[in-house]
């Protein structure tokens, strides 16, 4: 266990569906993390969350919302979804401080299919 | 861009063999550089760093080493066993980055590692 748990493992939705998947972290961390792996490319980071304020967004479609309501939670609300948005979903977590290394703790995913 | 990336997709090697995973990176305003290893169903996992003013770091039966001439690094498996065959993936991070992001890791692509017994 790495102290980071992802909700639900996987994920079978179609394009007009809403869902939402899940991140809690039990480490204490005070930053999240939402990254999108997908085969053949490497892992590409959408957003982070530092003590609940968003610090980045890149350049992520809309149909990805992200939420954070605290610094131990972090959603990542899907709607409309495209089949290219097919990909493993991995959270991560880790104690942020500038100026030293920074060891990001990783879930173990959501693979998504959309249909 | 700026970039990190790895030399060869797949490695295969018998138990007891020691392993290198090599990795070239572009930006040299890079802090530290962290080897990932991931096994199948889970999540990447940390397995070592090296800080940018560094050459060697040892761990538990790896070493990663930095080039900072040629920008490479490379992770050695001492006597690998099947337990280490996964996707290993390097990533570098600016700890002194601007902004309030100082936890951003730019990933490689991975390499494959497969041990046969």
């Known amino acids: 266990e790495t102290g980071v748990t992802q909700t639900p493992r996987h994920l079978v939705m179609g394009m007009t569906n809403k869902k939402s998947l899940k991140c809690e972290q039990h480490l204490g961390h005070n930053a999240m993390y939402w990254y999108k792996q997908s085969a053949k490319k490497p892992l590409e980071l959408m957003f982070v969350y530092n003590f609940k304020e968003q610090t980045e967004n890149n350049s992520v479609p809309s149909r990805f919302s992200p939420e954070c309501p605290n610094s131990s939670h972090l959603f990542l609300h899907l709607h409309t979804l495209q089949p290219e948005d097919s990909a493993l979903y991995l959270c991560?977590?880790?104690?942020?401080?500038?100026?030293?290394?920074?060891?990001?703790?990783f879930g173990a995913g959501t693979r998504l299919s959309v249909l | 861009g700026e970039s990190v990336g790895l030399h060869l997709p797949t490695l295969s090697v018998q138990e007891g063999d020691n392993s290198i995973i090599n990795c070239a990176y572009s930006?040299?305003?890079?802090?530290?550089f962290i080897w990932y290893k991931q096994e199948s169903g889970k999540g990447p996992q940390f397995i070592i760093d090296?800080?940018?003013?560094?050459d060697k770091r040892q761990g538990q039966r790896v070493t990663v080493l930095l080039n900072k001439t040629v920008k490479h690094l490379s992770l050695q498996i001492a006597a690998t066993q099947p337990g280490d065959s996964a996707v290993y993936f390097c990533a570098e991070q600016q700890a002194n980055a601007g902004g309030t992001s100082y936890g951003k890791l730019t990933f490689g692509q991975g390499t494959i590692l497969t041990v046969h017994p």
């Open positions: 090296i800080r940018s003013n560094m």
């Open positions: 991560a977590s880790s104690q942020e401080k500038q100026g030293t290394l920074n060891i990001q703790y």
């Open positions: 930006n040299s305003a890079s802090d530290y």
